[in-house]
């Protein structure tokens, strides 16, 4: 845990009782700060309480007596519109500010010369930060990983010179803090996404963007040009730091451009390094090469070598949910992509197959199937599950053979039965929702065990996930 102690003696409010808010409880707490909790839904309330910290009715407190308000991210701060905590923050003149805050003022308060890496983007963020963290870890150094992925970035280990901490961050979380100085950021993309809490696409890719804002002459932005937004912010970069451009089918004069499974690295024009991602499956398909290739200008910011990174690039397990291969029966190739809650992210994984036998469906975003036409070539049958099913086999009508399974245990059982006896040289039976769980699951991760137990219960088939 962080202890942060820049508010001691002083009285601050927290609004949401997940794991961000009662890591922020103890680190407060563990500085000497008076809390308060809050959380509008009764069990976060209760588990607050539970874990020992005072819970009030914000609703009725004066917000004056707070020096702060600590949002947890999940909760708007302008779009719909403020929640009422904000508001009354607002009115009391005091500041709105989230957990990453607190860790990079506690940080700054130190003294402490650690690293940090941020790493933003609307799909992929998780697996790049996890690859980058791996990277240095198999370098040897001593890295944190967190923040949107695995612990509260307040509970990381303590402040360390030698640690560098790896934190991916949502844009929730970016809006709520102002003080983000990194060493080294990245940006991988941006595709419309959580526009209901941002107003427009402008918006969004106005706060993602502020990961840049405050870089200072020893850091390094890193930042994917494949799509128009980030293109545009890329263009503005201009600052005392140095700028990695990454792309994939296209070279760049300074970054990492990745093509046929291999990364390139460049310097005014010139290729320095090349690493090799054939035969990778956890790293499989162009996304991942963009991931990898963002990892890799991270890791090489922080001065690893390049033949350390192809052997940390060879030794990453990949993450579960994201393209994990979860079984082989015979030439049969299971993956569970069950993170892939919106078309372009299952996008990314029907583009990375030649035949596949594929499960969608859940609870739809809007425009559905929308924009994977291109993919349909790839897709020997689609089987359709939750409550999407109708809509999309209306979406899909003539244009791909599907089955209405219903189920998730159904549409596992017809798809390996099918793709058992396809002729392909790897038949891939692909959990790519392109949905949320919602209607079926409690999140998408619960969705992916399901059906890694699945497959795992059929006769013949050998894990891959150890």
């Not at 509008?40 to 004056?64: I, M, S, W």
């Not at 209607?439 to 894990?463: C, P």
Request: hydrophobic letters at 45%; glycine letters at 10%; a negative charge.
């Amino acid at each position: 845990m962080i202890p942060v102690t820049i508010f001691a003696g002083r009285k601050l409010a927290i609004v949401g009782a997940g794991l961000s808010g009662l890591a922020t409880a103890r680190s407060l707490q563990e500085g000497g700060a008076d809390i308060v909790m809050w959380d509008d839904n009764e069990p976060g309330r209760a588990q607050a309480a539970e874990a020992g910290f005072p819970v009030e009715d914000l609703r009725q407190a004066d917000f004056g007596a707070f020096a702060a308000l600590v949002l947890a991210p999940g909760i708007p701060l302008t779009h719909p519109e403020p929640h009422w905590s904000v508001k009354k923050a607002r009115a009391a003149g005091i500041e709105v500010i989230g957990d990453v805050e607190l860790f990079f003022r506690a940080r700054a308060a130190s003294g402490i010369d650690c690293k940090v890496i941020a790493i933003t983007g609307t799909n992929g963020k998780s697996t790049t930060t996890a690859l980058t963290a791996h990277l240095l870890e198999s370098a040897g150094r001593v890295a944190a990983l967190g923040g949107n992925i695995g612990k509260a970035v307040l509970d990381l280990a303590r402040l360390a010179p030698e640690m560098t901490y790896v934190l991916e961050l949502s844009s929730y979380q970016i809006d709520l803090t102002p003080s983000l100085r990194p060493d080294a950021a990245a940006l991988l993309n941006i595709t419309p996404d959580h526009l209901d809490r941002h107003g427009s696409l402008a918006g969004y890719a106005s706060v993602k963007a502020r990961i840049f804002a405050q870089l200072e002459a020893h850091a390094t932005a890193v930042i994917g040009i494949d799509d128009a937004p980030c293109q545009a912010i890329a263009e503005t970069l201009e600052g005392p730091y140095a700028v990695k451009r990454i792309a994939i089918d296209r070279a760049v004069q300074n970054g990492v451009w990745a093509a046929d499974a291999t990364l390139m690295e460049m310097v005014g024009g010139n290729e320095v390094a090349r690493a090799d991602l054939s035969g990778l499956g956890s790293l499989r398909g162009a996304h991942n090469w963009q991931n990898a290739a963002t990892a890799y200008a991270l890791a090489r910011a922080q001065g690893i070598e390049p033949p350390a990174l192809q052997e940390g690039l060879k030794s990453f397990g990949g993450l579960a949910h994201r393209m994990e291969q979860v079984a082989r029966a015979g030439t049969v190739l299971f993956v569970n992509d069950s993170k892939a809650t919106n078309a372009d992210a299952a996008g990314k994984a029907l583009g990375s197959f030649d035949s596949i036998y594929w499960i969608v469906g859940g609870v739809a975003k809007d425009g559905g199937l929308q924009g994977l036409e291109p993919f349909y070539p790839r897709v020997a049958r689609a089987y359709l599950i939750g409550e999407a099913a109708e809509a999309f086999a209306g979406q899909l009508g003539d244009a791909l053979p599907h089955i209405a399974c219903g189920t998730l245990e159904r549409a596992v059982e017809q798809a390996a039965e099918d793709a058992s006896l396809s002729n392909a040289h790897e038949p891939v039976v692909l959990l790519s929702p392109a949905c949320a769980s919602f209607d079926q699951y409690a999140n998408f991760a619960e969705r992916g065990d399901a059906f890694r137990e699945l497959v795992m219960e059929r006769n013949g088939v050998t894990s891959l996930t150890g």
